[in-house]
């Protein structure tokens, strides 16, 4: 009987702790700009932040590059890091990526190639 107690009161801390450190948040590139928020876009800024539900935002990057995307909660703050490859074209491209968030963050950094980069514009659609 002991044994069990112990075996619960372990896989209950471990449930715990792995429930906390979780982040539910996923960033993935679309194909296209969604049209309600296409005609709010500016052309001229490299990054724009849109949220358009209580979870769900768009990312708007412009790079020559192809550019991939990943998501890490560390210490209350989610990162969302960009990375561009390959060679850059002599044409800028507009990258949409989806950004869904239930996690418990407050706070959170957009990185490009491992720095901090500054947002130029953003707005909100309900």
């Known amino acids: 009987m002991?044994?069990?107690?112990?075996?619960?009161?372990?896989?209950?801390?471990i449930c715990i702790v792995t429930a906390c450190t979780t982040s539910d948040a996923t960033v993935k590139e679309i194909e296209r700009i969604p049209k309600k928020i296409e005609e709010f876009l500016?052309?001229?800024d490299t990054i724009q932040f849109v949220q358009t539900?209580?979870?769900?935002?768009?990312?708007?990057?412009?790079?020559e590059k192809e550019v991939?995307?990943?998501?890490?909660?560390?210490?209350?703050?989610?990162?969302?890091?960009?990375?561009?490859s390959g060679d850059a074209t002599d044409r800028e491209t507009k990258h949409v990526?989806?950004?869904?968030?239930?996690?418990r963050t407050d706070t959170f950094d957009i990185m490009m190639n491992g720095e901090s980069i500054t947002i130029d514009s953003s707005f909100m659609i309900l």
């Open 2 to 13: 002991r044994n069990v107690v112990i075996f619960i009161l372990l896989f209950s801390f």
């Open 97 to 103: 990526f989806e950004w869904n968030d239930s996690s």
């Open 53 to 63: 539900g209580k979870n769900k935002y768009y990312i708007i990057l412009a790079s």
């Open 42 to 44: 500016q052309l001229d």
């Open 68 to 84: 991939e995307a990943s998501v890490e909660e560390k210490d209350g703050t989610l990162y969302i890091s960009f990375d561009g």
